[in-house]
T-cell receptor
Framework: GEDVEQSLFLSVREGDSSVINCTYTDSSSTYLYWYKQEPGAGLQLLTYIFSNMDMKQDQRLTVLLNKKDKHLSLRIADTQTGDSAIYFCAERATSGTYKYIFGTGTRLKVLA | DAGVIQSPRHEVTEMGQEVTLRCKPISGHNSLFWYRQTMMRGLELLIYFNNNVPIDDSGMPEDRFSAKMPNASFSTLKIQPSEPRDSAVYFC?????????????FGQGTRLTVV
């Protein structure tokens, strides 16, 4: 079945890079997303990648995809205190039910 | 568009009472999702509608939970009777359906506390 796994916590110092990891199980063509949730708010899309891509860069964000290992990572360069939040990885098939399956979320804490 | 609108933002109720959560998706979106977020289980998909029809309700915990989507602009999630273990934040999300890359837009959530 579908399953998306993430580590629960990550702590980094301001100015360092953060790397948040995710593994997924669906081997069919899929879109993979990174969402950010700030305290008391809903989830907001940060970036996405299609499964035929290896990398995507968007300003401070770099997404790396290892399709063979079904491993996705999100790198945040020059991490700021405002980046403290919960980060969710999600996958969505391009056929079938099209539902979004989310990981448990990684709580990122940025230390000043 | 104002985005996905959920109401109420907060709900406190006593065990055994009926609770109804409401969602208005983004106009033009034809897929709607109800999620439940807890510290222990993370973000769980409860049910998913496409064109107002329930497609996958395998995540609905038990018969106490029911969801409806009478039209394209409104959905409800009902818990009857409610129990303390139902306490969580419930999110509604909507998106354009189909196989294209589409973002799921989330509402602000309803924080439910059952005492």
């Amino acid at each position: 079945g579908e399953d998306v796994e993430q580590s629960l916590f990550l702590s980094v110092r301001e100015g360092d890079s953060s790397v948040i990891n995710c593994t997924y199980t669906d081997s069919s063509s899929t879109y993979l997303y990174w969402y950010k949730q700030e305290p008391g708010a809903g989830l907001q899309l940060l970036t996405y990648i299609f499964s035929n891509m290896d990398m995507k860069q968007d300003q401070r964000l770099t997404v790396l995809l290892n399709k063979k290992d079904k491993h996705l990572s999100l790198r945040i360069a020059d991490t700021q205190t405002g980046d403290s939040a919960i980060y969710f990885c999600a996958e969505r098939a391009t056929s079938g039910t099209y539902k979004y399956i989310f990981g448990t979320g990684t709580r990122l804490k940025v230390l000043a | 568009d104002a985005g996905v609108i959920q109401s109420p933002r907060h709900e406190v109720t006593e065990m055994g009472q009926e609770v109804t959560l409401r969602c208005k998706p983004i106009s033009g979106h034809n897929s709607l999702f109800w999620y439940r977020q807890t510290m222990m289980r993370g973000l769980e998909l409860l049910i998913y509608f496409n064109n107002n029809v329930p497609i996958d309700d395998s995540g609905m915990p038990e018969d106490r939970f029911s969801a409806k989507m009478p039209n394209a602009s409104f959905s409800t999630l009902k818990i009857q009777p409610s129990e303390p273990r139902d306490s969580a934040v419930y999110f509604c999300a909507s998106s354009l359906g189909g196989g294209m890359n589409t973002e799921a837009f989330f509402g602000q959530g309803t924080r439910l506390t059952v005492v």
